[in-house]
């Protein structure tokens, strides 16, 4: 793949700006902040530890966390396995959380705190125990841009969930 197009996906330019400024600070959270090396690290860990699960490219990865630099290494972790992420904030009710996943058939789910509830059947690999894992390796390779990065959720007129397929390729018109 050329550089060009290496670098249209998110992961990639991700590590790019991670080797060009390593010690500066790439999130802040209220718990404290990480360096572009450190979430670098932490997201490659991530990474590897899915890829040993089998989860890689054409995987579909749900993401049950709240917002802070773990789901931010979680979601670049799932990326660099070259899965898609699929959001699914603690906050949505219950019913709403069973018809995604029963729509979306997602691989697993990345949980912290906020664990799944008992009547969701899904996967479910705690964020401690992949960040914990030793290095292992991500899938060979980068992608391709076209490759879908995220599925959103999305209400739509009818209320019932509606999956929307968005690539790497398709953040980078904007």
Do not use: C, W
Not at 126 to 154: D, K, Y
């Amino acid at each position: 793949m050329t550089a060009g197009l290496a670098r249209r996906l998110l992961h990639v330019r991700f590590a790019v700006q991670a080797a060009q400024t390593p010690d500066r600070i790439a999130i802040r959270d209220p718990a404290g902040a990480v360096t572009y090396r450190e979430l670098f690290a932490e997201s490659g860990r991530i990474a590897g530890a899915l890829a040993a699960r089998g989860i890689g490219p054409g995987s579909a990865v749900g993401l049950h966390m709240d917002r802070s630099i773990g789901y931010v290494a979680a979601m670049l972790g799932i990326l660099g396995a070259r899965a898609a992420v699929v959001p699914l904030p603690p906050a949505y009710p219950e019913a709403r959380l069973r018809e995604i996943l029963g729509f979306a058939r997602l691989d697993a789910v990345i949980v912290q705190d906020a664990a799944l509830p008992a009547s969701i059947d899904a996967r479910a690999l705690q964020i401690a125990e992949l960040r914990a894992e030793a290095e292992a390796a991500a899938p060979e390779g980068e992608g391709n841009p076209a490759q879908i990065a995220f599925v959103l959720s999305s209400s739509g007129s009818t209320g019932r969930p509606k999956l929307i397929a968005r690539s790497h390729g398709s953040f980078f018109h904007r």
